[in-house]
């Protein structure tokens, strides 16, 4: 039997996602894998694999790109220069948020994003809201037509006077997410706990970068971990509390897990990599490393690696927020701004998957199938694309890194491809790099030599969350919910 001429072959090398690993050779035409096996003919491009590990492309799906705060600070990437980093650092796919501030209509808000992203991406996108002004309008109209559009997952605050909605305002829109089938995310820090302690900190004289740490105590994450997980059984609705940093707040999780409860947990870099002893660096030099939750103590830091073993965290995203470190970003103010002025948020995009394959894969810490897992394929299956997305099987979009795992880096900002200027893992030795890259079928990426067009990225419809991460809360109690109101 003769086979087709592919359009791409990857040959001998080594292939692993979230349930297996295995040798063979993948075809891919038409931008989709139509074989995986054996023995394959070359294609029109042949790629020999040999001594790499070909791993399902990543998917990255907190970040935020060409997104203005509303403290009037702008990330400095759009979705060319974030893409294009994206793709050198093995991510094959985005999801960032289309950002609704207040008094904005959510129609524009998609419209207008939807604009910046179309003429620029290179990899393919989908998009998450976040939601500040849930009035009747947005709940009964906007949201349920940016659902059926395919946004199908929006980001709430429980603090910042300009991003947080109250309890009732969160239980208002849990309630629109279960009747449409939405997943919402949650930015869980207890306002007030925090308005309070940087109100006394800086009446003190403590103004230094090192102090945003002290003003977001632990007990500010767990307590609204706890009180967003109530929020969301008394619903009877998933929810993803996105950032996840502190010890308590990932116990709290745990024990509402254990309990039946479909809580679902993400984190990042920094808090596997930064601990707060970062934040208290020389002059303003902690200001780069500081973000909400800010990085915690060694013992968060070990509980946060226990919870991506054990699966209490399922997502591992870099929440990449790229500020600069002048008066444009990090520091409004100059050298006389205060930890409470600072821009929140670190460039994590280009370096999230190597730094884990690095320290997590190569160390023996982590499986392969692991790391698969928490940077590709839970995120497809979170945000409803799976299997087009995170794993490589037949009739999945051929997104794929092959990866060298004995190419040494010395992390410096000047080799990254974000338009931030620094980087918090400035100097840190890895090993293991993503050499090649290919989205859709297409090598982008090859040996370090970027080749593809503005705009090639696709607008990604997203679906509803798959059933293995949507297991309803067992024995619960407050079905009256569904019972009297809806």
């Known amino acids: ?267 990042c870099p920094q808090y596997l990599f930064l601990t707060e002893t970062d934040l208290d660096r020389a002059d303003l030099e902690g200001a780069k490393y500081c973000c909400s939750p800010p990085p915690r103590d060694p013992a968060s830091q070990q509980a946060v690696w226990q919870s991506m073993l054990d699966g209490t965290v399922q997502i591992y995203s870099s929440d990449h927020a790229p500020y600069r470190f002048d008066t444009t970003g990090k520091l409004p103010k100059g050298d006389q701004t205060r930890f409470d002025e600072l821009a929140n948020g670190l460039p994590g995009l280009e370096l999230r998957m190597p730094l884990l394959f690095s320290e997590g894969v190569l160390t023996g810490r982590m499986s392969i199938e692991r790391f698969v897992a928490l940077t590709a394929t839970n995120h497809a299956q979170t945000y409803g694309l799976y299997p087009r997305k995170g794993t490589i099987a037949v009739g999945s979009d051929a997104d794929i890194a092959i990866w060298d795992p004995a190419q040494k880096t010395t992390i410096r900002a000047s080799d990254l491809h974000d338009r931030t200027g620094y980087t918090p893992y400035e100097g840190m030795n890895i090993t293991g790099w993503p050499t090649t890259v290919i989205s859709r079928g297409e090598v982008i990426i090859d040996r370090g030599t970027f080749s593809a067009s503005l705009g090639r990225g696709q607008f990604l419809s997203c679906g509803t969350p798959q059933p293995v991460l949507r297991q309803r809360l067992t024995g619960n109690k407050n079905s009256l919910i569904k019972r009297y109101f809806t």
């Open 1 to 267: 039997m003769s086979h087709p001429q592919f359009d791409l072959t990857i040959r001998n090398g080594r292939i692993s996602t979230a349930g297996d690993t295995f040798e063979a050779d993948i075809g891919v035409m038409g931008g989709q894998v139509v074989t995986i096996g054996k023995n394959l003919p070359p294609g029109r491009k042949d790629i020999d694999a040999l001594g790499k590990w070909v791993l399902p492309g990543g998917i990255d799906s907190h970040c935020h790109v060409d997104e203005q705060s509303p403290f009037g600070m702008a990330v400095v990437d759009d979705f060319e220069s974030a893409t294009i980093s994206a793709a050198f650092g093995g991510t094959t796919t985005i999801i960032p948020f289309a950002a609704q501030h207040r008094g904005m209509r959510l129609p524009e808000v998609i419209r207008d994003y939807h604009e910046k992203a179309r003429p620029r991406a290179v990899i393919d996108y989908a998009m998450h809201l976040i939601v500040t002004d849930p009035d009747e309008q947005t709940l009964n109209t906007h949201l349920p037509q940016a659902i059926r559009d395919g946004i199908t997952s929006f980001k709430i605050y429980m603090t910042y006077d300009a991003l947080k909605v109250s309890d009732e305002q969160i239980l208002d829109i849990l309630l629109l997410a279960s009747e449409q089938g939405a997943l919402v995310m949650i930015h869980a820090e207890n306002h007030d706990m925090i308005r309070w302690l940087t109100r006394k900190l800086i009446a003190n004289g403590h103004t230094s970068p090192k102090f945003h740490g002290v003003a977001h105590d632990p007990l500010a994450e767990s307590e609204a971990t706890h009180r967003a997980i109530a929020l969301a059984r008394l619903i009877d609705v998933p929810i993803l509390i996105v950032h996840v940093a502190g010890k308590e707040a990932l116990q709290v999780i745990h024990s509402a897990q254990t309990l039946g409860a479909n809580i679902l947990a993400e984190s």
